[in-house]
């Protein structure tokens, strides 16, 4: 009880818990635009209800492993040590290592089923044909509603030891944690059926998602090995292709109107 009155009175309390929220927010966008895109793939009318079921397995499974968060910390001790490490860096630090944890395991799987599942839907996107892998007859992809919630949970659990994890190192009061999960996974679920929606009216969106999501996956395994890619860096890529394909939508639609027109 005292640990959730100080988040709300101690101004150092409160500036952790809306930098924690906006960094929950930022590490939920990953997780947002995978659910969008597999559900994309399912009938319209089942959508909505996967897309709820998705982010609510997704807090689901962040309050779970905030509730263990002394296994969650020991996750990050070594297991195994091939006894490889690359060249220093500036900082004296290897460049990467194969101390292995279970976190970087995890980390490593995450990482090569997110390039998996993101090569095998580009490469569905740009040859459509085929009916092969749930494609349909006019190559758009379907999906049972159970295989699609299998693959949320499995990209879930990556994203929610992520997110765990970033949480505990940046504070140590569980209630701004609890308070700061909640937060972000309610506003996931508030964008997940406009981002969605949107994603199903704009084609190019799509693949630049997908891009996306190999370029997390390759991060992921990068961060299994000891490379850190700073997440600042990514986000700002991000941001900016994101805002060349706003650009391009714009003037798609302006000459579209134009044509309208004549």
Request: with cysteine; hydrophobic share 55%; charged share 15%.
């Amino acid at each position: 009880m005292d640990s959730l009155i100080a988040a709300f009175t101690d101004p150092t309390a409160i500036a952790a818990l809306v930098a924690l929220v906006v960094m929950e927010v930022v590490l939920g966008i990953d997780n947002l635009v995978f659910i969008s895109i597999l559900t994309n793939k399912l009938p319209e009318a089942q959508r909505p209800r996967a897309r709820r079921i998705g982010i609510g397995l997704a807090l689901g499974m962040r309050l779970v492993l905030l509730s263990m968060i002394a296994w969650i910390v020991g996750l990050t001790q070594p297991v195994f040590d091939l006894g490889i490490t690359g060249p220093l860096d500036q900082h004296g630090a290897p460049t990467f290592e194969t101390d292995f944890s279970w976190r970087d395991l995890i980390l490593i799987t995450g990482g090569l089923f997110l390039i998996w599942k993101a090569t095998r839907e580009i490469h569905h996107t740009v040859d459509p044909v085929g009916g092969e892998d749930g494609m349909g007859k006019a190559g758009v992809a379907t999906i049972t509603f159970g295989s699609a919630i299998v693959q949320i949970i499995l990209l879930d659990m990556i994203f929610s030891l992520d997110s765990i994890l970033t949480a505990v190192g940046m504070t140590d009061n569980l209630a701004i944690m609890v308070i700061a999960v909640i937060a972000a996974v309610t506003a996931m679920l508030l964008a997940a059926d406009p981002l969605a929606n949107f994603i199903a009216k704009n084609p190019t969106v799509v693949m630049l998602a997908l891009g996306f999501l190999l370029m997390i996956g390759a991060v992921l395994i990068a961060d299994g090995f000891g490379v850190h890619v700073p997440k600042g860096y990514i986000y700002a890529a991000m941001a900016f292709s994101t805002l060349v394909e706003c650009l391009n939508i714009f003037a798609r639609r302006a000459k579209e109107r134009k044509v309208a027109a004549k």
